[in-house]
C-alpha cells in the first residue's frame, strides 16, 4: 500500500540551527501539507501546498518557516534557526485532491536543545 | 470558531465494553468529519469518516453518530479490544479547496482485559 514516507524520523539540533525535514508523499498526490505535534498536544495544520505553491498556512508559519517541492518527489519542511519551543512531532500529509483523504507519515522527532 | 473541542482527555475501558468519545464543532462550513487512530510513535491514520447528510456512518465495530442542529459527533467503539488502545482525534474540514484539517485535542483510549 502507498505510504507517506518521511526523514529523518528524529532529529536532533542545536538552537539556531537550521533543519530541513523531509517528506515523499504518495506518488500520485497533489496536495502536500505540514501538520505539527507538540507532545501530549493536538495535531496542528502549519501550511499546505499545491501546484508549487503555498496554499493556505496558520499563524504558526512564520517567516523561520519555508516549504519546498525541489524535485517531483520530495517536498521539505525548512525551519531557519530553530527555537525551543520548535519540539515536536512534524507530520507530513498528502492528498489525491484538496478535499479528499489526508494521508500522514509517520512523523519527525524534532529535538532542540 | 475553528475549534474542534473534544472529550474526554482520557478514556479506560473493560475488554468488550463501549468506548465513547464526543467531538463538538461551531464552525458551520465543515462539511467533512473523519476520526484518527494514532499508535505511539506512528503519524495519524484515518479511522472513520462522515459527511453532515447522514446521521450515522458504521464500519465494523467502528459507529460515528453526528448530530448536525447540535454540531456534534462522536464516535463508538463497540466491542473494545486491547488493540484498539490508541489515542484517537476527531477532526473537521471544509472540503471544497486544499484544506487543513482542524483537531480535536485527542483521547488516549486504554482498553484492559
Known amino acids: 500500500e502507498p505510504e507517506v514516507t518521511q526523514t529523518p524520523s528524529h532529529q536532533v539540533t542545536q538552537m539556531g540551527q537550521e533543519v530541513i525535514l523531509r517528506c515523499v508523499p504518495i506518488?500520485?498526490?497533489?496536495?502536500f501539507y505540514w501538520y505539527r505535534q507538540i507532545l501530549g498536544q493536538k495535531v496542528e495544520f502549519l501550511v499546505s501546498?499545491?501546484?508549487?505553491?503555498?496554499?493556505?498556512k496558520s499563524e504558526i508559519f512564520d517567516d523561520q518557516f519555508s516549504v519546498e517541492r525541489p524535485d517531483g518527489s520530495n517536498f521539505t519542511l525548512k525551519i531557519r534557526s530553530t527555537k525551543l519551543e520548535d519540539s515536536a512531532m512534524y507530520f507530513c500529509?498528502?492528498?489525491?485532491?484538496?478535499?479528499?483523504?489526508?494521508?500522514f507519515g509517520a512523523g519527525t522527532r524534532l529535538s532542540v536543545l | 470558531q475553528q475549534q474542534v473541542k473534544q472529550s474526554p482527555q482520557s478514556l479506560i475501558v473493560q475488554k468488550g465494553g463501549i468506548s465513547i468519545i464526543n467531538c463538538a464543532y461551531e464552525?458551520?462550513?465543515?462539511?467533512?468529519f473523519p476520526w484518527y487512530q494514532q499508535f505511539p510513535g506512528k503519524g495519524p491514520a484515518l479511522l472513520i469518516a462522515?459527511?453532515?447528510?447522514?446521521s450515522e456512518k458504521k464500519e465494523g465495530r467502528f459507529t460515528i453518530s453526528f448530530n448536525k442542529s447540535a454540531k456534534q459527533f462522536s464516535l463508538h467503539i463497540m466491542d473494545s479490544q486491547p488493540g484498539d488502545s490508541a489515542t484517537y482525534f476527531c477532526?473537521?474540514?471544509?472540503?471544497?479547496?486544499?484544506?487543513?484539517?482542524?483537531f480535536g485535542k485527542g483521547t488516549r483510549l486504554s482498553v484492559i482485559a
Open positions: 464552525n458551520t462550513a465543515f462539511d467533512y
Open positions: 501546498f499545491y501546484n508549487n505553491e503555498i496554499s493556505e
Open positions: 477532526a473537521a474540514q471544509r472540503r471544497s479547496g486544499n484544506t487543513p484539517l482542524v
Open positions: 500529509a498528502s492528498s489525491v485532491g484538496g478535499g479528499n483523504i489526508q494521508y
Open positions: 506518488s500520485n498526490h497533489l496536495y
Open positions: 462522515i459527511r453532515p447528510d447522514v
